[in-house]
Nanobody, 126 residues
Framework: QVQLVESGGGLVQTGGSLRVSCLGS????????MGWFRQAPGKEREFVGGINWSGGRTSYADSVKGRFTISRDNAKNTVYLQMNSLKPEDTAVYYC???????????????????WGQGTQVTVSS
């Protein structure tokens, strides 16, 4: 089973950019759909975006569409979340998640994903 480790979070000013990464272990990483979620204090975990196993399909929450980009490099077992034009309301702990999906399916609900990373903090200052 794949294990996930996020990295790349930090503090950035409004309007800045940040890229967070999610490194997966295991030889079957390329068969997993991957999702990015975030959770701010006192709020529920929310979908940010997802990518299917091949990287050929992506999906984004309306709140980040046009600003965030998800990509993956299966040779490196890594999924990326490039965040541009960051806003204070983007401040949260960002989690990557994996779900077995060699058929190409992907989901936007947390319950569909059974493997989670530990999260990385992203803070956007105003």
């Amino acid at each position: 089973q794949v294990q996930l480790v996020e990295s790349g979070g930090g503090l950035v000013q409004t309007g800045g950019s940040l890229r967070v990464s999610c490194l997966g272990s295991g030889r079957t990483f390329s068969s997993y759909a991957m999702g990015w979620f975030r959770q701010a204090p006192g709020k529920e975990r929310e979908f940010v975006g997802g990518i299917n196993w091949s990287g050929g399909r992506t999906s984004y929450a309306d709140s980040v569409k046009g600003r965030f980009t998800i990509s993956r490099d299966n040779a490196k077992n890594t999924v990326y979340l490039q965040m541009n034009s960051l806003k204070p309301e983007d401040t949260a702990v960002y989690y990557c998640a994996a779900a077995w999906a060699p058929s190409g399916t992907m989901w936007n609900r947390p319950s569909a994903y059974n493997i989670w990373g530990q999260g990385t903090q992203v803070t956007v200052s105003s």
